[in-house]
């Protein structure tokens, strides 16, 4: 279907997705005539090349975009004359409506090595204990840097834990299952990404046992706090019921006889 191709970078390959594009002139603030339109502005960038301002059809980029991530190759046809070898290096969303607004397309070299992240993805049976509720299969790492050609990028790496049988048996990335000869992880070989894991571990237990001591002692101070209180209430009621305390009833007797008591100088004269 399309034979005019941009030699610089590789020719046309149909097994490759495609998405049409069109050279765009409309920039900063006008561009969102094209999204009425249902057109996605974009724009096309590379090392060492020129940056283009392309559209896509919105509907059409989203199907293509599902298929290929950000791992695989688009062949980006913009008019009649020019296909470009890209991949989907960003996607802008609005805020409020989650649709996409803006698109960075990663011109690529098909002789030359990117890197990407690319997802690790679960596969395979869980042991009998997960079912149980007795373990976790706990994944450590969700994803890698690959290197490789475009061509050879992967869409993910698959991680079968149908192996995982007993409470810390873990699949490092040295164990994963790749072609060595086209991909490179930048990782280390002996990194964890998944183990089979108490669903309770002893951290969890000891972090549950401390936070119950603390609610007891809470639970305790409160409960002294609270019969403080009680006796205190207590004494102001037997003041106010009108009970004299100690020297209320000195005072009172001192009043009945006619009596005072002598003070200062007086006393001494007395």
Do not use: C
């Not at 403080?228 to 009621?237: D, N, P, R, S």
């Amino acid at each position: 279907m399309w034979r005019e191709v941009d030699r610089l970078h590789g020719d046309i390959n149909m097994d490759r997705l495609s998405l049409q594009a069109e050279e765009r002139i409309l920039l900063g603030k006008k561009v969102k005539n094209l999204r009425k339109d249902g057109k996605l502005p974009g724009h096309v960038f590379g090392k060492g090349l020129e940056t283009e301002h392309v559209s896509v059809d919105g509907k059409t980029f989203l199907k293509t975009f599902k298929e290929a991530g950000e791992t695989g190759l688009i062949d980006l046809k913009i008019g009649t004359e020019k296909v470009k070898p890209v991949m989907v290096r960003g996607v802008q969303y609005d805020p409020v409506s989650g649709q996409p607004i803006h698109i960075d397309f990663y011109q690529v070299s098909l002789t030359q090595k990117v890197k990407v992240p690319v997802p690790l993805v679960l596969i395979g049976e869980q042991p009998e204990s997960v079912h149980l509720g007795e373990t976790i299969v706990l994944q450590t790492l969700n994803e890698v840097q690959v290197e490789a050609l475009p061509t050879d990028l992967v869409e993910n790496i698959e991680v079968d834990i149908s192996s995982l049988q007993n409470i810390d048996d873990a699949i490092t990335v040295g164990q994963l299952s790749y072609d060595r000869a086209k991909l490179t992880i930048d990782a280390g070989e002996e990194d964890i990404v998944v183990k089979l894991a108490p669903a309770v571990t002893a951290e969890m237990e000891k972090l549950l046992e401390e936070e119950a001591a603390e609610a007891a002692a809470a639970a305790a101070e409160t409960q002294a706090g609270a019969e403080k209180a009680e006796e205190a209430a207590e004494g102001v009621e037997t003041a106010e019921g009108g009970v004299p305390v100690e020297g209320e009833v000195q005072a009172e007797g001192e009043q009945a006889s006619g009596e005072t008591k002598p003070s200062g100088e007086a006393a001494e004269k007395a």
